[in-house]
């Protein structure tokens, strides 16, 4: 069930990041790369608060949204955002698609196992 949870979060986060992305980079022409980081971390904190409230709300009721939490959170959060902009980088470089959202959702893809199991077994644990 925490899974689940955590897939949904993920993908309103992904949604988040895969609109951030396309407005800026296929509509407005700006770098792909800075603009990922940037929706990146948007995505991140608002996936922090929502798993703090929703996908971990078992262990985190009794625990206000802790500034300490959401850097632990985001440490993991910048780890699977290396492993977003590799793929991000490697995909635009090695097949060009367009539109190049493509090589964002495949980077956004590749980030999430990383995200969940430092979300389970480092920020959220009991």
């Known amino acids: 069930m925490k899974f689940s949870k955590f897939i949904i979060v993920g ?9 951030i992305f396309y407005a ?3 509509i407005l022409g700006y770098k792909p790369l800075l603009v990922s980081a940037i929706g990146f971390l948007l995505a991140s904190f608002q996936n922090y ?3 703090h409230n929703w996908t971990f709300n ?3 009721k009794d625990r206000s949204i802790a500034t300490n939490d959401y850097l632990k959170y985001l440490g ?3 780890i ?3 492993v ?3 793929v991000l980088q490697y995909i635009l470089i090695e097949y060009q698609p367009e ?5 964002q959702c495949i980077g956004i893809v590749a980030g999430t196992l990383i995200n969940y199991y430092g979300a389970k077994l480092w920020v959220f644990r009991a």
Do not use: C, Q
């Not at 993908?11 to 609109?19: H, M, Q, R, S, W």
């Not at 539109?99 to 090589?103: C, H, Q």
């Open 84 to 86: 977003n902009l590799f």
């Open 24 to 26: 800026f980079v296929d």
């Open 49 to 51: 608060i929502l798993n």
């Open 80 to 82: 699977a955002l290396s």
């Open 76 to 78: 993991i959060a910048l």
């Open 99 to 103: 539109p190049k959202v493509i090589g």
């Open 11 to 19: 993908i309103l986060g992904a949604i988040t990041n895969v609109i």
């Open 58 to 60: 078992h262990i985190t």
